[in-house]
């Protein structure tokens, strides 16, 4: 994937799911606005180094976690 905004949308959307929490959920845990979650996991805008870090707090993962290539998978 060749656009890193895109990227970041897809994890951070993906991780949100994995953990069974809503964009409102999320956007309290990171204290945000929840449309800004929204907006983010739609690649509208781009997340600053403290806001990754916000939310991969929020998450529970390392803010490296945003930004793989590759997503790890969870086996079933």
């Known amino acids: 994937m060749s656009d890193i905004r895109e990227l970041v949308a897809l994890n951070l959307r993906r991780l949100r ?3 069974s929490m809503t964009q409102t959920d999320l956007a309290f845990r990171a204290e945000v606005n929840r449309g800004y979650v929204s907006e983010l996991e739609s690649a509208q805008y781009s997340a600053t180094v403290d806001m990754l870090g916000k939310l991969a707090k929020a998450l529970n993962v390392a803010p490296g ?3 793989e290539q590759s997503p790890k998978r969870i086996k079933p």
């Open 65 to 67: 976690a945003l930004l």
């Open 17 to 19: 799911r994995e953990r």
